[in-house]
């Protein structure tokens, strides 16, 4: 009885069966993705039914197929990759600079429209994104663009300038009285700009970049309308999609799984950086200065 | 009540009284959300009223060169000496009479009837079509008035502004100044207005790809258009659209989907905000115990879960979730004796797979719960416990005194940013369920559908009727400006923008 009571002893237990519950909750959260990365290695069946959950023998046969396909024509990973990556590519400079320009604009300049600007973009952003994708693609389709690369990367890029809140966010911490000893010094509102703020502002640049960079690889709405039915211009998002569709699925079921992890991983380690980057920017904005 | 009165309440009795105050002042709140829309359409009357006034004034004082500019763009900038700016207007002016006279105005003129020439086709002896005449297309007179409305409206603050610098500059010379050079006025875009040159870029962009495109479907909400090749003609036809989806009179098809799909919806949004908070909240509190070891870990863990594209995780969870898939599997070996239970829980029952969405759900989103927790809980000042453990606080007491309050009392407006999202939240019922189970009742939509995945179905799925969609669109806005409006109304952020700087 005195064990039981005693501080140490509950505290010992309490902590041993957190460590369980959280032990049992890390195995269900990650093991839909050890279940993805064996099965893209199984080489048995290669149909999606088998009995059961873990695979008895390995192959790299999938990845193989997925970036050298032997006789099929519409799965072509390796160019939906390239795709992807350089419409990934310029909508992250685009959009990087449209987001940098308008938080700064936002944050660290006082002109008379600006609230108003920035009440209409609070609007703007309160629409279903959905609602917009038929008449986008009416205007892409008029400009000769639909099924066409450089859509996707105008379709990611145009609207980065409404999604500035947290780079303003972090702008809005660095002290106004460094705006104030450069502009006596003499610097203009662009040498304060490029010389005192963005080399401050690390943590959020490198946010931002990271976050243009990933939407491309992630988006499977938008262009899936935009491309239909040109399987060459496919990002590897709606290519993945299209592998999983009841028609393809018997056939690339394991493909799909393969190439998913060839797309999560690059993107997950993306990620991680990005989520030091961005713990970095908000809460390290405040101390500077 | 005073503050020593509230102190001595027990939780429950707290809650009742804040959720009395809340209550009351509930009314007050919306009404300040109706005068704030109320003042915003007064000043916008006003600042018109005051534009046609300035209007008038700078004609009656303006000398011959000003009067003229009032016909022809920058004719008073070019007269004073402003050449380069005076050009830019005159420029300007002529590309539009172009655009007008060979694009637009056929474009406006028909904008009121959308069009009336049909298709017409005929068929020889062989039953072989020849097209006669290709007729128009409401859609593209839509889109091109849309554009033409636009294009004015811009041009018409151009030819504003034209009259002013063409004012000023008269005061200038009145005054004896001269007019600055390019060279001045190109660094002045460096520094004074320097917010032009960052802005004209995203904007243009902006204006392209959001703003026409959005003002575009606001207005196929009140046309009877359907789908991509059917009919080339449509018509305006008001609110028909809105009043269906309010027909409970009647109780037609579409009233009853958009009220079951829009309970739903709430009912979605509710469960998914609130069992994502308390259970991650939960987990961020046991992974920031003290004395528990490995946070790094078991947050990287949680974090995978985000990480990992969500059309990855999605389709797969999905692909678990057949009859056929993992869980069957595991189910049977572990309950069933190996033998395959062969649940269907995405497409089997109403209930079972709008349940199963809400739990997958939860694996979805505890993670972002947890990580955005793990900040607030660092951030708890130390002192606050170090003083409580002096006092002779025990754990418990700690925790439902300090800790518990403070997550609260800072998470409350990033559960109710949750609630709006989740209303908004695409990805996890379109790539989970794609709205099935399908349910002949409801038009054009399934049992697991929300508003948001109804409009993907109804502008891309096999039922098109682009109409309803942008009304469902609008309505869609209308919930979440409401809800953020009184939230932003009511949060401190907002208004103390310049708190840091």
């Given amino acids: ?6 501080y140490k002893f509950r505290r ?4 041993t069966i957190i460590y369980i519950i959280l032990g049992i909750m890390c195995i269900i959260w990650v093991s839909p993705f050890i279940y993805l990365m064996l099965h893209s290695f199984r080489a048995d069946g290669g149909v999606v039914t088998n009995d059961a959950v873990l695979p008895h023998r390995f192959t790299f046969q999938h990845y193989i197929e997925l970036f050298a396909p032997s006789t099929d024509t519409s799965l072509n990973f390796p160019r939906w990759f390239m795709n992807t990556f350089v419409v990934a590519c310029f909508s992250c400079v685009i959009s990087t600079i449209s987001v940098l320009a308008v938080s700064y604009a936002f944050s660290r300049l006082r002109f008379g429209i600006r609230k108003k600007l920035m009440n209409i973009a609070m609007i703007l952003g309160m629409f279903p994104g959905f609602m917009t994708m038929i008449a986008i693609y009416y205007l892409l389709k008029i400009m000769g663009l639909d099924g066409n690369l450089i859509a996707l990367v105008l379709c990611y890029s145009c609207g980065a300038g409404l999604g500035f809140q947290i780079s303003k966010g972090f702008f809005d911490t660095i002290p106004r009285a460094l ?6 010094d003499g610097a203009t509102k662009n040498q304060i700009f490029w010389k005192i703020i963005l080399p401050m502002s690390k943590p959020i640049v490198v946010y931002t970049i990271l976050t243009a960079f990933i939407g491309p690889w992630t988006d499977f709405i938008l262009a899936k309308i935009i491309m239909g039915d040109k399987h060459d211009n496919y990002t590897v998002a709606i290519g993945l999609q299209m592998m999983k569709d009841p028609d393809h699925m018997t056939q690339w079921f394991q493909e799909f799984l393969a190439g998913s992890v060839v797309v999560a991983i690059p993107i997950t380690l993306l990620f991680l950086k990005m989520q030091k980057y961005y713990v970095e920017g908000v ?5 500077k200065g | 009540m005073t503050y020593v009165e509230y102190k001595q309440l027990n939780p429950f009795q707290r809650f009742a009284f804040n959720f009395k105050k809340i209550m009351k002042n509930l009314p007050r709140n919306i009404g300040r959300f109706f005068k704030t829309i109320g003042l915003a359409i007064a000043h916008f009357f006003i600042g018109i009223g005051k534009g046609f006034k300035n209007y008038g004034v700078t004609f009656v004082k303006g000398d011959w060169a000003t009067k003229l500019s009032y016909v022809i763009f920058g004719f008073g900038d070019i007269h004073k000496g402003k050449y380069y700016k005076g050009i830019l207007y005159f420029i300007i002016e002529v590309l539009y009479t172009l655009f007008m006279v060979f694009f637009g105005a056929e474009q406006l003129y028909w904008l009121p009837t959308l069009g009336t020439h049909e298709r017409v086709v005929a068929y020889d002896d062989f039953g072989f079509e020849t097209v006669v005449d290709e007729g128009q297309r409401s859609m593209l007179i839509l889109l091109y008035g849309t554009l033409t409305v636009v294009v004015t409206i811009v041009v018409f603050a151009i030819y504003i502004s034209n009259i002013k610098d063409a004012y000023r500059h008269q005061q200038m010379r009145e005054r004896g100044e001269k007019p600055t050079s390019l060279k001045v006025d190109a660094r002045e875009f460096l520094d004074g207005k320097y917010h032009i040159t960052l802005l004209s870029f995203p904007i243009l962009m902006i204006a392209v790809f959001n703003i026409l495109p959005l003002i575009f479907m606001i207005l196929i909400a009140f046309t009877n258009y359907h789908g991509f090749e059917h009919p080339t003609l449509f018509d305006w036809v008001g609110m028909v659209n809105f009043s269906n989806v309010f027909d409970v009179i009647n109780s037609t098809q579409k009233a009853n989907t958009f009220f079951s799909i829009a309970g739903w919806t709430l009912l979605w949004a509710f469960a998914a905000t609130f069992s994502n908070y308390i259970l991650g909240m939960i987990v961020a509190l046991m992974i920031n115990k003290k004395g ?41 070996d572990l309950f069933n004796g190996g033998v395959n239970p062969k649940i269907d829980f995405l497409g089997g029952s109403a209930w079972g797979a709008r349940l199963t969405v809400i739990l997958v759900n939860c694996w979805v989103g505890i993670p972002y719960t947890i990580l955005s927790m793990s900040g607030i809980l660092m951030n708890i000042p130390e ?62 939509a399934g049992d697991t559908d929300i508003l948001v995945t109804w409009l993907y179905q109804l502008s891309m799925g096999e039922k098109k009727d682009y109409g309803l969609a942008s009304a469902i669109g ?13 939230i932003y109304n009511n949060s401190k952020s907002m208004k103390d923008e310049e708190a840091f700087s």
């Fill in chain 1, 283 to 287: 809460t390290a904005g405040g101390v």
């Fill in chain 1, 12 to 15: 010992i237990l309490l902590n």
């Fill in chain 2, 474 to 486: 609008i309505l869609v806005f209308i919930i979440c400006a409401t809800l953020s409006l009184i």
């Fill in chain 1, 179 to 184: 705006d104030e000893a450069a502009t006596i």
């Fill in chain 1, 1 to 6: 009885m005195k064990l039981f009571k005693s």
């Fill in chain 2, 292 to 332: 528990i070891k490995f946070k790094g870990v078991f947050r990287t863990m949680f974090v995978i879960t985000i990480a990992v594209p969500q059309f990855v995780s999605l389709l797969l969870m999905s692909q678990m979730l057949t009859q056929e898939g993992a869980f069957n599997i595991l189910l049977g």
């Fill in chain 2, 383 to 444: 002192d606050l416990y170090e003083s409580a453990r002096i006092d002779g606080a025990t754990p418990v007491k700690t925790f439902t005194k300090i800790t518990l309050p403070y997550m609260i009392f800072v998470t409350t407006p990033q559960l109710i940013t949750q609630f709006v999202g989740n209303i908004n939240n695409f990805n996890v019922i379109f790539l989970l369920t794609g709205g099935k189970p399908a349910n002949p009742d409801l038009y054009g």
